[in-house]
């Protein structure tokens, strides 16, 4: 998905979360005291998100208990299709037709190498050849050791649809099941290059420019590894779930959403 498109398809699903505030009909939104259960299921990338929002909630709304759970995206996305949840936080929502999608929050793709290699920034033409195997060492000699999401990350689908061209990434990738994983690996590893989502750095790596953009500036949706979170549900929204997701899209929500991941939708 190239960044125009994915400013297109936020604009759109935009417009579907404002009709959950301003449907002439709305499902009835929970007011009573009586204790109701929330399950909600997350991707990786916004698990630490989810669960912040998720007490906050509760703080506000004493009668409800938001449980979180922490899954890849298609884990994460079977759970809610098979009734397991009733509400899902994913990056890559699988099939939108039948789906029903509310943006929340904006993140990025950040490109990630262990501290001693010698690169600042990468072109995503060179960033795929390194990625597919095609480049064994960096300038200085060193081996590259390419590190990868497993099968079913929302953010390594991102990822091969905005840098792979189709390629499949190379077999000599070490491939780990979390973003913690990730930059664990690339850390304590020379020669090694990643990618998480911008939310989950921390220090113990470097950041790489792709096609001259820092990830703190790759949240802007015309950005080269700009993505959208989104709020799940396999129908229109009913109830607690329902109220949930305007919560998160008012004012309290979205602040901390902008505190954690430093920028709202």
Known sequence: MGADRLLLSACRLLFIALLLSACTSPAPVVTTSEPTTLRLVATDACG?????????????HPWAVVEVEVFDDAVAEERLRTGAADLAALVWPGREADLWLLPFASDAIAVIVHPAVPV????????REIFRGRIGEWADGTPVQV?????????????????????DVTLTALVVADDAGVLAAVASTPGAI???PLSR?????????????????ARRA??????????????????????????????????????????PL
């Open 147 to 167: 590190v990868s999401r497993e099968a079913g990350s929302g953010v390594r689908a991102l990822f091969e649809a905005e840098v792979m061209d189709g390629y």
């Open 48 to 60: 630490p998100l989810m669960e912040e929002l998720a007490v906050a909630y509760q703080a506000a």
């Open 120 to 127: 600042e920034g990468l072109d995503r033409q060179t960033l």
């Open 201 to 217: 750095l921390d220090g113990d790596v470097r950041v790489v420019a792709v096609d001259g953009v820092l990830p703190a500036a």
């Open 194 to 196: 990643g990618y998480v």
């Open 222 to 263: 015309d950005a080269p590894l700009a993505y959208v979170l989104f709020l799940v549900t396999p129908g229109e929204p009913q109830g607690e779930a329902r109220a949930f997701m305007q919560w998160v899209l008012g004012p309290e929500g979205q602040e901390l959403v902008t505190r954690r991941l430093g920028s």
